[in-house]
């Protein structure tokens, strides 16, 4: 099955986050991603807590987004290795690395240098803060773009104050743009038949993922702060509320939501309480509609509750951990968690989210070994076993 980007090859030097998750995008959609890594390995290598897999240099956060990818390990600091990724940039379609501004450049491999080896070339570098500006050198990596972009001002309870989001979500958001655009390029370069140069900044992607708060602090001169699990609309029926057993958060935007909410926890006479008659008397009288839902919601779990309101059209989820809902029948029909092979055994992975057609994301092989793929890339690359031997001797290369 031929997938979209089956005929693109990636030359990938990035690690930590923001990088691998844009170039896994296309590796899991037909793409060959050379991993290049320092003779020492990408750093996520060892992030983890079990000490096999550290030593292995096989995380759970390297290999889930690095799968499908080609490793590639060589001394960057020696000339040998620059002249071997000078050669494999003449066959490739994308360049893509997040290291700080100018360290492309200190090795002689910056956009400026490899175009001239490849006009097509499509050059994408991530960084905290983009290639100009007076934070252009400045090291960022995910929490201090939370804390920056104003994403951690408006995360956490009013009281205990800013909160950083559980998971890495600005690296994330970087990468997410960093893949769109490249995706956009190679799409450009297909009209006009030139490469080009990208500057993905994760403080730009972060404040882009806020456009409707920067634009409301812009139109109306309101300050976002801390709203705990309370939705954005403000509406009180847009938050985390207690249940008998475990918590629920409710989505109850619209009219008929909460006509149906009320009716379905018994509750129906509260619909002629002037206290909740429309939404703004519900705003004002909010701790006691809370007090209302959640005595009611006292006589079952969270998940009852969810299966009950549901089934009545009330949008609502109970609150579950990650190793409940990877369970969930719904990601199982869709066949979002992928088997694959691993270090320790075989487990699930999440793959992609989305699906298209007659075609699908696929995890063909797990996360490369250090250096497993050196020598197969230099022999395509036109290089003999004796040459390979030699930067093997020379320190030049792993695998």
């Known amino acids: 099955m031929s997938l979209p980007f089956s005929q693109i090859k990636i030359l990938d030097f990035t690690r930590y986050i923001s990088g691998p998750f844009a170039s896994f995008q296309f590796a899991v959609l037909g793409a060959e991603v050379i991993k290049v890594e320092p003779l020492e390995g990408d750093p996520t290598r060892e992030v983890t807590a079990d000490k096999a897999l550290a030593d292995a240099k096989m995380s759970p956060m390297f290999?889930?987004?690095?799968?499908?990818?080609?490793?590639?390990?060589?001394?960057?600091?020696?000339?040998?290795?620059?002249?071997?990724?000078?050669?494999?940039?003449?066959?490739?379609?994308?360049?893509?690395?997040?290291?700080?501004?100018?360290?492309?450049?200190?090795?002689?491999?910056?956009?400026?240098?490899?175009?001239?080896?490849?006009?097509?070339?499509?050059?994408?570098?991530?960084?905290?803060?983009?290639?100009?500006?007076?934070?252009?050198?400045?090291?960022?990596?995910?929490?201090?773009?939370q804390a920056m972009s104003g994403v951690m001002s408006m995360n956490g309870d009013p009281a205990g104050g800013p909160m950083r989001i559980g998971f890495a979500a600005c690296d994330l958001?970087?990468?997410?743009?960093?893949?769109?655009?490249?995706?956009?390029?190679?799409?450009?370069?297909?009209?006009?038949?030139?490469?080009?140069?990208?500057?993905?900044?994760?403080?730009?992607?972060?404040?882009?993922?806020?456009?409707?708060?920067?634009?409301?602090?812009?139109?109306?001169?309101?300050?976002?702060?801390?709203?705990?699990?309370?939705?954005?609309?403000?509406?009180?029926?847009?938050?985390?509320?207690?249940?008998?057993?475990?918590?629920?958060?409710l989505a109850v935007m619209k009219e008929k939501q909460f006509i149906n909410l009320m009716r379905t926890l018994g509750l129906g006479e509260a619909l002629n309480d002037p206290r909740f008659a429309n939404w703004s008397t519900r705003i004002e009288h909010e701790p006691a509609l809370r007090e209302l839902i959640e005595t009611a919601?006292?006589?079952?779990?969270?998940?009852?509750?969810?299966?009950?309101?549901?089934?009545?059209?009330?949008?609502?989820?109970?609150?579950?951990?990650i190793d409940q809902i990877i369970q969930h029948p719904q990601l199982k029909h869709r066949a979002v968690l992928q088997k694959v092979q691993t270090p320790k055994g075989e487990v699930s992975m999440a793959v992609a989210g989305f699906q298209w057609s007659d075609k699908a994301p696929t995890i063909d092989a797990c996360a490369p070994r250090l250096g497993q793929h050196t020598q197969a890339i230099l022999r395509e690359a036109g290089y003999s076993q004796d040459q390979i031997e030699q930067l093997r001797e020379q320190g030049t290369l792993a695998g």
């Open 63 to 145: 290999l889930s987004m690095n799968l499908n990818k080609r490793s590639l390990a060589l001394d960057l600091r020696s000339p040998e290795s620059i002249s071997i990724l000078r050669t494999l940039v003449k066959d490739v379609d994308v360049v893509c690395e997040n290291f700080r501004p100018g360290v492309m450049k200190d090795m002689g491999l910056d956009y400026e240098t490899l175009k001239e080896l490849n006009p097509r070339l499509i050059y994408c570098s991530i960084s905290g803060f983009g290639q100009s500006g007076p934070e252009q050198y400045t090291a960022a990596f995910d929490g201090k773009i």
């Open 297 to 321: 919601m006292s006589t079952q779990s969270a998940e009852l509750w969810e299966e009950t309101l549901t089934a009545a059209d009330v949008p609502c989820g109970a609150i579950r951990r």
């Open 173 to 249: 958001m970087a990468g997410s743009t960093g893949a769109f655009a490249i995706a956009s390029a190679l799409f450009e370069r297909e009209r006009t038949g030139k490469g080009a140069f990208l500057d993905v900044a994760m403080l730009d992607s972060a404040l882009a993922f806020l456009s409707s708060q920067v634009s409301e602090t812009t139109m109306t001169g309101v300050k976002h702060t801390q709203i705990g699990n309370q939705s954005v609309s403000r509406k009180p029926t847009g938050n985390r509320f207690k249940t008998g057993g475990g918590d629920i958060v």
